[in-house]
């Protein structure tokens, strides 16, 4: 069965540093994955997604991901937080290969801080 | 706009009561899906459909009913509420989650608490 594990619940850094959020999956075959964020009070919006093109994914608001099979891993990165991207951020796995139609299968979740 | 609409946005009830959640997309999607977002749990799978006339459970199925009479609308039943679902639910709808660009549509949410 397909899983996701998000190795932080909580992360926090400053305006203008760096941001890794990690995420490690479990798949019996090469899945589909994606980064969603959700803001306070708000729904939840695609980041960026991968599905088995280029391994380096770029998304909306300068965030990108790289897919890296050997690690069973699928990072969120940003190379300078902004006040704008406190949010929590979820990974997901879909629970069909790429191509069919299945369920979206989400991490826990990680809280992301940004002190000014 | 196109997109997914959840009503009511919040909801009080007391135990026992029923109630549906609906949710509507005007995007013809076939796929619609119904989640619960509890604290440090991300959301989990209730009930999904792949079309008209066909659902099927996901993974916290027990208490919840739906139906999909037409396209466009997948409500979520629950027949007699327990404190144990409170909750934020999330209804979300795509043609094909891994070839649409924008991924799966989110409704904004419906806020239950059970008294």
């Known amino acids: 069965a397909q899983s996701v594990t998000q190795l932080d619940s909580h992360v926090s850094v400053s305006e203008g540093t760096p941001v890794l959020l990690r995420c490690n999956y479990s798949s019996s075959y090469s899945p589909s994955l994606f980064w969603y964020v959700q803001h306070p009070n708000k729904g939840l919006q695609l980041l960026l997604k991968y599905t088995s093109a280029a391994t380096l994914v770029k998304g909306i608001n300068g965030f990108e991901a790289e897919f890296k099979k050997s690690e069973t891993s699928f990072h969120l990165t940003k190379p300078s937080a902004h006040m704008s991207d406190a949010a929590e951020y979820f990974c997901?796995?879909?629970?069909?290969?790429?191509?069919?139609?299945?369920?979206?299968?989400f991490g826990k979740g990680t809280k992301l801080s940004v002190k000014p | 706009n196109a997109g997914v609409t959840q009503t009511p946005k919040f909801q009080v009830l007391k135990t026992g009561q029923s109630m549906t959640l609906q949710c509507a997309q005007d995007?013809?999607?076939?796929?619609m899906s119904w989640y619960r977002q509890d604290p440090g749990m991300g959301l989990r799978l209730i009930h999904y459909?792949?079309?008209?006339?066909?659902?099927d459970q996901g993974e916290v199925p027990n208490g919840y009913n739906v139906s999909r009479s037409t396209t466009e609308d997948f409500p979520l039943r629950l027949l007699s509420a327990a404190p144990s679902q409170t909750s934020v639910y999330f209804c979300a709808s795509s043609y094909s989650f891994t070839r649409d660009r924008a991924g799966a549509f989110f409704g904004q949410g419906t806020r239950l608490t059970v008294v």
């Open positions: 997901v796995v879909s629970d069909r290969p790429p191509g069919s139609q299945g369920n979206l299968i």
């Open positions: 995007m013809n999607h076939e796929y």
């Open positions: 459909s792949v079309g008209a006339g066909i659902t």
